[in-house]
T-cell receptor, first 116, second 113 residues
């Protein structure tokens, strides 16, 4: 079954330090991978995606993610964290539903806390 | 600016009531989705629709039904609300194909007492 795992419930980082939020995937075939962010009391917002091509994907708000096929990982990164980056982050992978449509399946989310 | 709107931000209902949650998107998207979000469980797919009047069960459809009579509108129905349906409900839409990102509404926090 297609799935993603986010091994950390929470990540703490000091403002100005680099941050990494981890995601590993399990798919058959080529993975379509996504990152979303959820700020408090808001819906999810799309950050970036990997479909094919360059393993380093750049997205919104200075975030980037590195696709690593050998490690089946798609970690989210940012060189210098901001307090305003504090939010819930979700990794997602495309899967094939019973009826033949492609839909995303989400990880459980990682809470990122950036300390001043 | 693309937009997905949900009919209510907060809703309080009694056990046994029939509850309607509505979602509207203005992007002419084929796909629409209903999720519930609970702490520690992430997003779980309840139902999705890939076309008008077409629907498919997600991972947790029990106790829910949906309706999509128009392309822009997708309704979630709780036939007889129960306390274990207290949750945050998120609607999303996307272009068909699976390689396209989803756009989410702000969510409805439903409390069933």
């Amino acid at each position: 079954a297609q799935s993603v795992a986010q091994p950390e419930d929470q990540v703490n980082v000091a403002e100005g330090n680099p941050l990494t939020v981890k995601c590993t995937y399990s798919v058959s075939g080529n993975p379509y991978l996504f990152w979303y962010v959820q700020y408090p009391n808001r819906g999810l917002q799309f950050l970036l995606k990997y479909i094919t091509g360059d393993n380093l994907v750049k997205g919104s708000y200075g975030f980037e993610a590195e696709f690593n096929k050998s490690q089946t990982s798609f970690h989210l990164k940012k060189p210098s964290a901001l307090v305003s980056d504090s939010a819930l982050y979700f990794c997602a992978v495309r899967r094939l539903a019973t009826g033949g449509s492609y839909i995303p399946t989400f990880g459980r989310g990682t809470s990122l806390i950036v300390h001043p | 600016d693309v937009k997905v709107t949900q009919s209510s931000r907060y809703l309080v209902k009694r056990t046994g009531e029939k509850v309607f949650l509505e979602c509207v998107q203005d992007m002419d998207h084929e796909n629409m989705f209903w999720y519930r979000q609970d702490p520690g469980l992430g997003l779980r797919l309840i139902y999705f629709s890939y076309d008008v009047k077409m629907k498919e069960k997600g991972d947790i459809p029990e106790g829910y039904s949906v309706s999509r009579e128009k392309k822009e509108r997708f309704s979630l129905i709780l036939e007889s609300a129960s306390t274990n349906q207290t949750s945050m409900y998120l609607c999303a839409s996307s272009t068909a194909g699976g390689s396209y990102e989803q756009y989410f509404g702000p969510g409805t926090r439903l409390t069933v007492t």
